[in-house]
Nanobody, 124 residues
Framework: QVRLVESGGGLVQAGGSLRLSCAASGRPFSTYAMGWFRQAPGKERDFVAAISWRGATTNYTDSVKGRFTISRDNTKNTVYLQMNSLKSEDTAVYYC?????????????????WGQGTLVTVSS
């Protein structure tokens, strides 16, 4: 089983940038599609972005398209989320997740592992 640990969250002003990282250990990282989700206070956890196991395919929720970029480095067992032009509504706990396909990750369905989350706070 893969284990996931996120890092890189913090406090940033609106319009700023952050890069989140998710380090994997355990089962070979390159066999998994990966994704990022977020949960704002008082709301459900929502899909943000996903990437296929080779990195050839990416998907994003509409609200982050053009601002966020998901990428992965299979040599470092790490997936990243570069977040630019941050808005106050991006404030949330961000989680990474691993799944068997990019479709499964995007659906948040039957995922193999979740990280513990990292808090991103965007001040306006």
């Amino acid at each position: 089983q893969v284990r996931l640990v996120e890092s890189g969250g913090g406090l940033v002003q609106a319009g700023g940038s952050l890069r989140l990282s998710c380090a994997a250990s355990g089962r070979p990282f390159s066999t998994y599609a990966m994704g990022w989700f977020r949960q704002a206070p008082g709301k459900e956890r929502d899909f943000v972005a996903a990437i296929s196991w080779r990195g050839a395919t990416t998907n994003y929720t509409d609200s982050v398209k053009g601002r966020f970029t998901i990428s992965r480095d299979n040599t470092k067992n790490t997936v990243y989320l570069q977040m630019n032009s941050l808005k106050s509504e991006d404030t949330a706990v961000y989680y990474c997740a691993a799944g068997q396909s990019i479709r499964a990750v995007q659906a948040g369905d039957g995922l193999d592992a979740w990280g513990q989350g990292t808090l991103v706070t965007v001040s306006s």
